[in-house]
C-alpha cells in the first residue's frame, strides 16, 4: 500500500509569493496533520483536518490555511511568504482523531524562500 | 505548558556498541509517548509508541523503549547499534487540546555511528 505522498517535493519562491502544497493519505485514513520542521528543530504543529473539517490550529498566522477534500487529500497554502518559512513541510495522517490512532508521515517538501 | 526535551543533541557511538537516546516530557497526565527517526531528506517513520499497559515497548528496527512515570522519561534504547541507524531521532507526546489531539515534538538527536 502507498505511504503518504506529499508534492512537489522540493520548491522554491521568493518573498510576497504564495504557495500551495499537497498531500495524500494513506488510503483508507481520514485525518491530516500539517507540521513545519524548520532546520535543527523538531516539527511544529500547523493543523490538523477530519472529514474535510478543520480540527485544530497551531500557532502560525492566518497567512496559513488549509482544506481538506472528499477523497481526504489535503493542501496547505502560504501567503505572502517570508524568509522565515523556509522548512520542511510534513504530511501526516492517520485513521481517525484519536492519539491510539499513529500518524503516519510523507517525505515532506521542501520550501526554499529567496 | 507540556513539553517534551531530548537532553543530546548529537550522540556517536561505535557501530555495534549498545545506545541510549534520552526523552523526558512534562505533562499532566499519562500521555501517549512516540518515537520517530528521520533520515536525511525523508520523512519521519515511527519506530515504537507507548500508550498503557507493560512499560518496556518494543518498535521495528531492533529498537525498545522505557516509560518511566516516576522519571517523566521515556528512553530509547538499542543494544547494538548498526551503520544505518545514523538519523535523527524525534521523541514525540500526544496531547489533546481544542478538541484535536497534536503531536509535540523534541527538537531531536542526531545520531553518527562510526565504523
Known amino acids: 500500500d502507498a505511504g503518504v505522498t506529499q508534492s512537489p517535493t522540493h520548491l522554491i519562491k521568493t518573498r510576497g509569493q504564495q504557495v500551495t502544497l499537497r498531500c495524500s493519505p494513506i488510503?483508507?485514513?481520514?485525518?491530516v496533520s500539517w507540521y513545519q520542521q524548520v532546520l535543527g528543530q523538531g516539527p511544529q504543529f500547523i493543523f490538523q483536518?477530519?472529514?474535510?473539517?478543520?480540527?485544530g490550529r497551531g500557532n502560525f498566522p492566518d497567512r496559513f490555511s488549509a482544506r481538506q477534500f472528499p477523497n481526504y487529500s489535503s493542501e496547505l497554502n502560504v501567503n505572502a511568504l517570508l524568509l522565515g518559512d523556509s522548512a520542511l513541510y510534513l504530511c501526516?495522517?492517520?485513521?481517525?482523531?484519536?492519539?491510539?490512532?499513529?500518524?503516519?508521515f510523507g517525505d515532506g517538501t521542501r520550501l526554499s524562500i529567496l | 505548558a507540556q513539553s517534551v526535551t531530548q537532553p543530546d543533541i548529537h550522540i556517536t557511538v561505535s557501530e555495534g556498541a549498545s545506545l541510549e537516546l534520552r526523552c523526558n516530557y512534562s505533562?499532566?497526565?499519562?500521555?501517549?509517548l512516540f518515537w520517530y527517526v528521520q533520515s536525511p531528506g525523508q520523512g519521519l517513520q515511527l519506530l515504537l509508541k507507548?500508550?498503557?499497559?507493560?512499560?518496556l515497548v518494543q518498535g521495528i528496527k531492533g529498537f525498545e523503549a522505557e516509560f518511566k512515570r516516576s522519571q517523566s522519561s521515556f528512553n530509547l534504547r538499542k543494544p547494538s547499534v548498526h551503520w544505518s541507524d545514523a538519523a535523527e531521532y524525534f521523541c514525540?507526546?500526544?496531547?489533546?487540546?481544542?478538541?484535536?489531539?497534536?503531536?509535540?515534538f523534541g527538537t531531536g538527536t542526531r545520531l553518527k555511528v562510526l565504523a
Open positions: 501526516a495522517s492517520s485513521s481517525g482523531l484519536y492519539s491510539n490512532q499513529p500518524q503516519h
Open positions: 483536518y477530519y472529514e474535510k473539517e478543520e480540527r
Open positions: 514525540a507526546v500526544d496531547r489533546y487540546e481544542s478538541g484535536t489531539y497534536k503531536y509535540i
Open positions: 507507548y500508550f498503557s499497559g507493560d512499560t
Open positions: 505533562y499532566g497526565a499519562t500521555p501517549y
Open positions: 488510503s483508507g485514513h481520514k485525518s
